[in-house]
């Protein structure tokens, strides 16, 4: 089982729980634990980078948040995670009890650092490997001798090496080869961080927040959302109004083109590849910077 982890806050507690392997706008770290394989995730850099923190929290499976210092920013992180209905294991390096007892976080742990990798590794994780295989993309660049590599996660299905996919617009691209861990494997399930040799596809053609899948995704310019607003926003979202949305490795400003209620419709600066059902993040300037999540209701 492959359990991906978001460690938004603190790159010695990330260096603390699994091994640091490759750096991009995110650090990850792997670690194995028995027939568990951690994949940990932490942004290089909130302030210069900001869109791999929303990244991360859509991907992971749990969050771990370190309490080490108690600031505006742990603040920011704090809110986000009440948007996004996920576990949480906060470290007891501070007493934030009086914090928590004032937000809504349904699913969440205190823990010592040392009761950390039992605590990732006993809890148990829905899993998506039989539905159609969905590969968020991170990088794809060219390797001499062996052709268009990408480095990726596969967040839905079963990936198989000689599997073919498919990119936003419908051209067949061929699994030639899938490493995980600097390891040849026969397939990868979901929450794996894969290396993609493939066919069909050249480097310059696939970009950061493309999507390679069974069943092809089209990318979208207009977008449905289904809104939930964290009560410690206070903004007031109105038509013209802009704003930043991630989901997956995407992270696109937008503009409100209507919104009723918890019902948005957002008009994306650059088409992304986006379906029914995908988890969101929404982002503005000021704080907390992500105030909102949402659901892919329609697209355009």
Known sequence: MNILLGIPLDQELAEYIAKKNSVNGMVMYERKVGDKLIIGMAPTSIEEKFYALPELLLLADQIVL?????????????????????????????????????????????????????????????????????????????VKGIGTVALGIVTRGTLKTHDTLLNDSGKKITVRSIQSQDVDVPEAKQGTRVGLALKGIEADEADKGDIFSITQIKRAKRVGIEMRASAFANEKMEKGKQYWLASGFSYVRFTVESIEGNALKADLEKPIQLEKGDRLLIARQNAPRIFASGTVSSTE
């Open 66 to 142: 370190s309490t080490r210092n108690v600031d505006k920013l742990f603040g920011e992180v704090l809110i986000a995670c009440t948007l996004l209905d996920k576990r949480v294991i906060l470290t007891k390096d501070s007493d934030v009890s009086a914090m928590l007892n004032g937000v809504s976080l349904q699913n969440s742990v205190m823990a010592e650092r040392e009761e950390l990798i039992n605590l990732i590794t006993e809890h148990p994780k829905q899993s998506d490997d039989a539905s159609p295989v969905k590969v968020a993309v991170d990088r794809c660049f060219n």
